[in-house]
Nanobody
């Protein structure tokens, strides 16, 4: 079983950058595909980015070209670099782990963190 803790959220102006971190414990993330999802107030949770165990990545259309997912297996960490942030990126960002392929499907992820808030001001 994997425990996930996100950090790095905060308030940033439009056009700025943030890097989210996800610290995993309980198991090595080498065994998992890792993903980032987000949920804005009053909206469904949305896929942002994912990376499988081999390094293949997927991105949601709304973040493609601006966000980059990475992982450091020895440190058991996953990151989401977010550039050119927009007010519509404001959301609670969740880190998730999938024992399978992962990708953009929420139901593929068995383990979730509590989330870190990102607020982008215009």
């Amino acid at each position: 079983q994997v425990q996930l803790v996100e950090s790095g959220g905060g308030l940033v102006q439009a056009g700025g950058s943030l890097r989210l971190s996800c610290a995993a414990s309980g198991d090595t993330i080498r065994n998992y595909a890792m993903g980032w999802f987000r949920q804005a107030p009053g909206k469904e949770r949305e896929f942002a980015a994912a990376m499988d165990w081999s390094g293949i990545t997927w991105y949601g259309d709304s973040v493609k070209g601006r966000f980059t997912i990475s992982r450091d297996n020895p440190k058991n960490m996953v990151y989401l670099q977010m550039n050119s942030l927009k007010p519509e990126d404001t959301a609670l960002y969740y880190c998730a782990a999938s024992p399978g392929v992962g990708g953009g499907l929420e139901y593929a992820y068995d383990y979730w963190g509590q989330g870190t808030q990102v607020t982008v001001s215009s």
